[in-house]
């Protein structure tokens, strides 16, 4: 019966184990650059698009692939791309960088095709991916690069792409494919060496009493034309057009009638150049006035700081632009220069830019190609607007200095005070996804993942369902957006300010929000503004726990606190210990008491401090009474009463003995870089211990805590003979419980840093083993 | 057959062509197309203006142009295309759209649209930009059929097309209009940079595959000093990728950079006489050359003679493209013989290394090569002068007579010089002055079929003139001083003639040329006649005055 119970106990901590990380991965031996993803809700999957390969996950787990549909580049298109000066392993393969539904049942896929764009239809049936085989041509649709920026979106089966028309990439191209094809003119005030990052469409039609048409709005960067700067200074741009535009009749042949270009204002309180926009997040809403674009921007390439910001843009403030502004104006200048100015001469009616709406069509303008001349030939010398658009609250939500942002996606949170909050997910370029959001202007950041080993960019993002996939050049994770289940306590639970989360008083948990009833509303405590944790109730008094000192031998005392924000300290008989010095060692999850003494006798205690709106929250999380050891009489009792933990600490130093050199090496290394940190006052980020390191880390802590409890469980002396055969049991089920751990690990780690956005620093968990005293 | 004849135009003639199967002339005057016969009489005429016109208004004029005035119609561009027998008309009403007419009756339209929109945008609203045209043909991709197509060449005009250089259609195919640019290229069509160079085009002609156009511009920097270029295009180049530029130099100092010529006014292609060639192109006799006359930016007025031939140009145009190809840069990164013109991306072209014999196979450009290119001013082809004179010259045409060159040089004040181009004394012999004087001589100068006549047009004047004068000189000294190619003594019937009309003029000492000594074998003849009293004379005598 006993050993029953104790085998239920390790199959409940492998649970635990896997559900830690809640990271789910995906990625296949060869295939490379997971850059393209298509979510089909419809079918359950996730179409992902990556180097000469197309697969179906299964939106669910995606470490599940339902079917997969290679598509590679011929031996003869290959050689021609090398023979035109590319490089063969690098650009000569065919990248998959357009994925699009075009109805229920096909899909429209484009790829690089080594420097040679090409287009396919591939649909999903009985389980299988298949290509058509109709290899269109697919230039102004997808890059020739695979490394060049693009942006397309599929509107009504129309295809919108902004890409670069030649092999050069020297012929920029917003193009709608479609009965009428329509492309942008090749003049560098319409474009100007752009970097397309986005574009989506907005609904303007609906609700619409002046009777307006959707428009596409595009999002890139440009080399300024407005600016006289020695250098080209870039600029970030929001352009827009009429999905309902035919092209002029006369003037502006299938060209767009209705471009119209502004600059994108993010600006830093301290003077700087122009961000530059690097991705783009559309949050639609049903009343389509009420949509917000998140955009990400990084300080120039030439700057030598390296920052990045997040802005956010009502549709209607950039739609009012182009609605109401002025337009700029070239003028000569001299002989051979031109300088972009206001213009403040009268406008033609139509208004320059307008869609057809209700007035047009009453004067007699059905479509584009009505249009008056000196309205087309306006539009077409005059595309940029004179005013730039500003962000939401006039400044940027997201500041951060260190690895550049890359994508980002938001959630909108209905929180427990009823109010939508929008959750940022932001990846980096170094393999991070943060999770942030804005209170009433200050940007709280709850956590850091890493979801990459190598330090390789986000390269795409997607959300759908409360999880959040991420794909980059090696690979794909699935993680959901929330882990509430992380935060043991209500103050932990509270203090994360996560709007996900909320703790629930009966269930004496912290809960993903929203709650399935109304009635578990009331019983759920979140405080997401103001961190105000004192509503959290009154919790028992931790329970100290007694450590055996003996005297020359390493102890190490454990406390982790599970709220990354936290910071912990440690207290020997009420006085605070100091960092990290020779007698102790400080860590994220213990503290090291190195060679002890009488002297180090005592009491500890482990506090956790969390800061929020400027109030000061603490936590003891555990509380050891060091104690030296005693007279022979004493001993023998001790040894009676302690015999179980004894036992096991002696098996878990055999069974961790032969790897101990290599430990005591990384611990050295951690010491000494613990030392340098306070020599310097500077954090510095140490990489993740290795591997095999970190299994036996996770594999090293389940007895531990077993052990933990087993004082607890017993109720009385056990016959020795009993005891040596529950030994046994656990040295059986150790190798099992580790294989476990590795077959699902996914190497997720979680680090805490600092509130206000501060640059992500922190020390990564890493494992060591040091002795353990011993009888 | 000799008699002078001539046509005027009630208005400024633009261009002169000539039908080289029929040898008709056409006229693009003001308002107006002429077709006039070998002899310069009307056979038919048609007019083009004045009409309702606001070159800010997109045609068909309507009510809605408010600003609508009766505007001339000056003929921008005027080409003969003898393969179907249509004349293509541009003029600078309607944006500058063009029409067909029939080639046999120009009062006969083929076509005309002024509905088709900025597509068909031509030729220039500005009387001061120039267009020069060729035709041409465009193989197309889909159905592999030749398309007939005009290339054109146009300067910035700010009303009309915004492209340099254009392929235009010239038969209806598929859903494309009659004059509708074929080729959508950023390479010479990106209109925001195009203006600052200002292009001046003077001369277009096709050779061996290519395409050249032949004009000055600045160098789109702050020096506004204009330079001469002669454009390269491979025919039924869909993409212009093989466009490249490369500089001519005028200069009488061909060591350094000094570009003392540096505008071309007019070009004449043709192949040389054996004298004149057998000096600058010695290795191929039957090489073209490319004459141009060139004036100085200099208030004195001097102009210019000079010559390139075409294996040189071609020469100078391969090496600097195989440079930039082969990935030959200097220390910088930057191209060693190019730069890349009308391109705002500032990127470093012609880095990538590639093998000879790879960039042979690529003579007319590729998408992954480098687009557009110019050579640099170190990389100009420069020549000396031939030919300097006080006059300035707008026109030249060039003949053969007896394996030597001939030069006639129209000026600016409607005089045409005659000039010799003898690689060891070239000098202009003669000149043929103009009656009334009324504006400079268009650059168009033709022969006729027989290459016995010029056709010189000033202002509104067009005339028939011959090539020589040689009956006004009476005795073999005068004769031959001039050291005219077209005028020798004919010794069997004593007069001044051309090699062609002395009977049996092949012969030894039948027809005398050359130098004065030449004139001497007759001498004993005289002194056997027994004539006491004569002696001979010693001056130049003066031609007639009023000669024409």
């Known amino acids: ?150 942006s397309s979106v599929m509107v009504d089966q129309d295809l919108y792409s902004a890409t670069s028309l030649n092999f050069l990439g020297s012929e920029p191209v917003i193009l709608r494919t479609s009965p009428i094809t329509l492309r942008t003119l090749l003049k560098s005030s319409w474009l100007n060496e752009p970097n397309f ?12 009493p002046e009777g307006d048409d959707d428009k596409i709005y595009m999002f890139f960067s440009e080399n300024a034309i407005e600016y006289d700067f020695y250098n080209k200074l870039v600029v970030s741009r929001v352009a827009r057009v009429c999905k309902g535009d035919m092209g002029g009749l006369r003037t502006l042949q299938r060209k767009w009638t209705s471009f119209l270009k502004a600059r994108l204002d993010c600006s830093v309180p301290e003077p700087s150049l122009p961000y530059v926009i690097q991705d783009v997040f559309h949050v639609r809403h049903q009343k389509w006035r009420k949509s917000v674009f998140y955009a990400i921007f990084t300080s120039q390439s030439s700057s030598t700081d390296q920052s990045s910001a997040v802005c956010a843009y009502n549709v209607t403030d950039i739609s ?101 909050y929008p959750m940022m997910f932001v990846g980096t370029a170094n393999g991070y996804v ?99 944790a004192t509503q959290c109730p009154i919790t028992a008094p931790i329970e100290p726990k007694v450590r055996t000192l003996v005297l020359g031998n390493n102890i190490r005392l454990l406390c982790r606190p599970d709220s990354n924000l936290a910071q912990v300290n440690w207290n020997l008989a009420g006085k605070p210990l100091p960092f990290s010095n020779r007698k102790y060692t400080i860590y994220n999850d213990a503290i090291l008491i190195s060679n002890a003494s009488s002297a180090d ?144 690990n996914s190497n997720l780690e979680v680090t805490g840093f600092h509130r206000n956005g501060d640059p992500s620093t922190g020390i990564h968990l890493f494992k060591y083993i040091t002795d353990e005293s011993e009888i | 057959d000799d008699a002078q004849k001539q046509f005027s135009s009630p208005t400024i003639i633009n261009n002169v062509v000539q039908d080289p199967q029929t040898g008709r002339i056409y006229l693009g005057a003001v308002n107006g197309i002429f077709q006039l016969n070998h002899n310069l009489q009307e056979e038919s005429r048609a007019d083009t203006g004045p009409k309702k016109d606001n070159p800010q208004c997109t045609p068909p004029i309507t009510a809605k142009c408010t600003d609508a005035k009766e505007m001339d119609n000056f003929n921008k561009l005027l080409l003969v295309n003898s393969a179907n027998g249509t004349l293509i008309v541009c003029g600078s009403l309607f944006r500058g759209i063009c029409s067909l007419v029939n080639l046999n009756s120009v009062n006969k339209p083929v076509y005309y649209s002024d509905t088709k929109g900025e597509k068909t945008w031509v030729a220039s609203t500005e009387e001061s930009v120039t267009v020069v045209g060729v035709i041409s043909y465009f193989k197309d991709t889909t159905t592999n059929a030749n398309l007939s197509v005009f290339l054109v060449g146009k300067g910035y005009g700010s009303s009309d097309s915004s492209k340099l250089i254009s392929t235009r259609l010239l038969q209806e195919h598929g859903e494309m209009d009659v004059f509708e640019n074929m080729v959508e290229a950023s390479t010479v069509q990106t209109s925001s940079f195009v203006h600052r160079y200002l292009h001046d085009f003077r001369y277009t002609f096709k050779d061996n595959g290519y395409i050249y156009f032949l004009f000055s511009r600045s160098p789109g920097t702050s020096d506004s000093r204009r330079i001469t270029f002669i454009a390269r295009l491979c025919e039924n180049d869909h993409h212009y990728y093989s466009y490249t530029e490369l500089q001519l130099n005028c200069t009488v100092n061909t060591e350094q950079q000094e570009n003392t010529f540096n505008k071309v006014q007019a ?55 195989e440079s930039c190809y082969t990935g030959e840069v200097l220390e910088d990164d930057k191209p060693k013989t190019v730069y890349s013109p009308y391109n705002s991306k500032n990127e470093a072209i012609c880095r990538t290394k590639r093998d000879k014999n790879m960039v042979k196979a690529y003579i007319c450009g590729a998408e992954f090569l480098p687009s557009p290119l110019a050579s640099k001013p170190e990389y100009a082809l420069a020549v000396k002068p031939i030919y300097t004179g006080n006059d300035m010259l707008t026109a030249v045409a060039v003949a053969v007579e007896n394996e030597h060159t001939v030069a006639f040089l129209g000026t600016s004040g409607a005089d045409v010089l005659k000039v010799h181009l003898d690689p060891n004394h070239t000098d202009f012999y003669n000149r043929i002055p103009e009656e009334h004087t009324e504006g400079a001589v268009n650059k168009n100068l033709l022969f006729d079929t027989g290459l016995d006549h010029l056709y010189i047009t000033t202002g509104r004047k067009i005339s028939k003139v011959p090539v020589q004068v040689c009956g006004q000189k009476n005795d073999c000294r005068s004769c031959l001083v001039q050291r005219d190619p077209y005028c020798g003594w004919c010794v069997r019937e004593g007069r001044c003639t051309r090699k062609k009309n002395c009977h049996k003029g092949e012969g030894e000492n039948v027809w005398l040329w050359g130098p004065d000594q030449a004139c001497k074998i007759l001498e004993p003849i005289k002194i056997q006649a027994c004539i006491p009293d004569q002696t001979p004379s010693n001056g130049t005598t003066t031609p007639p005055s009023g000669g024409l």
Not at chain 2, 278 to 303: C, H, M, Y
């Open chain 1, 1 to 150: 019966m006993r050993h029953a119970d104790r085998k239920q106990f390790y199959e409940r901590h492998l649970l635990k184990c896997v559900s830690d990380n809640h990271a789910i991965t995906f990625k296949e031996q060869g295939i490379w650059n997971y850059s393209t993803m298509l979510i089909r809700e419809d079918l359950g999957l996730l179409v992902l698009g990556a180097r000469e390969a197309v697969f179906a996950l299964d939106i669910n787990d995606i470490s599940v692939s339902r079917s997969k549909v290679l598509w590679k580049v011929t031996e003869e298109k290959q050689k021609e791309c090398t023979s035109k000066g590319k490089h063969p392993d690098i650009d000569c393969h065919n990248y998959i960088r357009m994925l699009h539904q075009m109805n229920d049942s096909v899909m429209y896929i484009c790829g690089t095709n080594a420097f040679s764009p090409t287009c396919d239809y591939i649909t999903y049936d009985n389980g299988q991916l298949q290509l058509e085989g109709k290899q269109e041509d697919g230039r102004g649709k997808c890059p020739f690069d695979p490394f060049q920026r693009s």
């Open chain 1, 197 to 208: 990052i986005y574009m989506d469409a907005v609904p303007e039609s609906e609700d619409s």
């Open chain 1, 320 to 420: 009012n632009v182009f609605s109401r502004g002025k337009f700029k104006t070239e003028v000569a200048v001299e002989m051979s220069d031109v300088k972009w100015v206001t213009y403040s001469g009268d406008l033609p009616v139509p208004r320059p830019g307008d869609c057809i709406n209700n007035a047009a069509r009453t004067s007699g303008i059905k479509s584009s190609m009505n249009i008056p001349d000196k309205t087309l030939q306006f539009i077409r010398d005059r595309p940029l607007m004179d005013d730039a658009v500003h962000p939401i609250t006039g400044k940027p939500l997201l500041l951060k200095r260190g690895p550049l942002l890359t994508r980002l996606v938001v959630d909108m949170v209905t929180a427990a005070d009823g109010q939508s």
């Open chain 1, 434 to 532: 943060q999770k942030a959001v804005n209170y009433d202007g200050e940007m709280h950041i709850i956590e850091e993942v890493k979801l990459f080993e190598s330090e390789e960019a986000i390269d795409v993002l997607r959300l759908h369902q409360n999880q959040l996939y991420a794909g980059s050049a090696s690979g794909v994770v699935q993680m959901p957006v929330s882990n509430c289940s992380r935060y043991s306590s209500c103050l932990d639970c509270v203090l994360a300010r996560d709007p996900y989360c909320a703790w629930d008083v009966p269930a004496q948990r912290c809960s993903r929000f929203p709650a399935s009833t109304e009635h578990a509303k009331s019983n759920l405590i979140q405080s997401l503004k103001d961190g105000d």
């Open chain 1, 601 to 744: 006798a005592g009491r500890y205690t482990c506090v956790s401090v969390e800061q929020a709106k400027g109030k000061h929250y603490t936590k003891t999380l555990a509380i050891y009474d060091l104690h030296e050891e005693v007279a022979v009489v004493v001993t023998d009792k001790i040894k009676t009463t302690l015999g179980i933990p004894n036992e096991i600490y002696t098996t878990s130093s055999g069974l961790i003995k032969p790897e101990e050199p290599p430990s005591f090496s990384k611990n050295q290394a951690s010491d000494s870089k613990w030392i340098a940190m306070q020599v310097a006052l500077a954090m510095l980020s140490i990489m993740m211990a290795c591997l095999l390191i970190w299994n036996l880390y996770m594999g090293h802590i389940s007895p531990f805590m077993c052990c933990g409890r087993q004082p607890i469980k017993s109720h009385g002396n056990l016959p020795r003979m009993e005891y040596k055969s529950a030994g046994n049991d656990v040295m059986d089920s150790k190798p099992q419980m580790v294989n476990l751990c590795v077959t699902t």
């Open chain 2, 267 to 321: 070009a004449y292609l043709a192949k040389p006489g054996k004298v004149l060639a057998q000096n600058i192109v010695p290795s191929n006799l039957n090489d073209k050359v490319l004459f141009g006359v060139f004036s100085a930016d200099e208030a004195d007025g001097r102009s210019a003679l000079c010559m390139y031939p075409l294996s040189s140009i071609n020469a100078r145009f391969e090496e600097v493209i």
